[in-house]
């Protein structure tokens, strides 16, 4: 039971993270409204990475710091790799859903604030299945 309240806290953290990130991240793609499509997607992306992997290594500390240090070493490096792992092909996943979806959401007309958040949720919603599937899979939790 204690492995899926580990998985509950990163998916917890993950939706914090979604939020912030896409709260801000739509008011970046309104501002940037009048460049071109292919940029406002590609710095609202940029900037809402910043803003996720900042929060999100925030409170996956917070959550994991007593925890990590009663563990041994092994078993953090063995944990840690499999963590960044799997974000990592969620990383990819993300990328691939969220650029193509925001770019294409900007060049059919829709508002660049909605674009994002629409796109933000497509992507999100990938990502976190992807991450879940993969820390299930590698049993990490």
């Not at 739509?26 to 460049?35: I, S």
């Not at 910043?50 to 710091?65: A, H, P, R, T």
């Not at 999100?124 to 899979?137: D, H, K, S």
Request: charged share 15%.
């Amino acid at each position: 039971m204690k492995s899926n309240q580990q998985l509950l806290q990163i998916n917890r953290n993950f939706l914090i993270c979604f939020v912030i990130s896409a709260s801000l991240s739509a008011v970046v793609a309104q501002l940037l409204a009048d460049y071109e499509n292919h940029l406002n997607t590609t710095i609202t992306i940029i900037v809402g990475y910043v803003i996720y992997f900042g929060i999100f290594s925030g409170l996956f500390y917070w959550d994991n710091k007593n925890r990590y240090k009663q563990m041994n070493a092994g078993l953090i490096k063995k944990e840690l790799t499999s963590l960044i792992s799997s974000f990592g092909i969620g990383e990819v996943v993300y990328l691939g859903v969220r650029w193509p979806t925001f770019y294409y959401f900007l060049e059919i007309g829709i508002e660049p604030y909605l674009s994002s958040l629409i796109s933000e949720v497509i992507a999100t919603g990938c990502y976190m299945a992807i991450v879940t599937i993969f820390l299930r899979g590698t049993k990490t939790f």
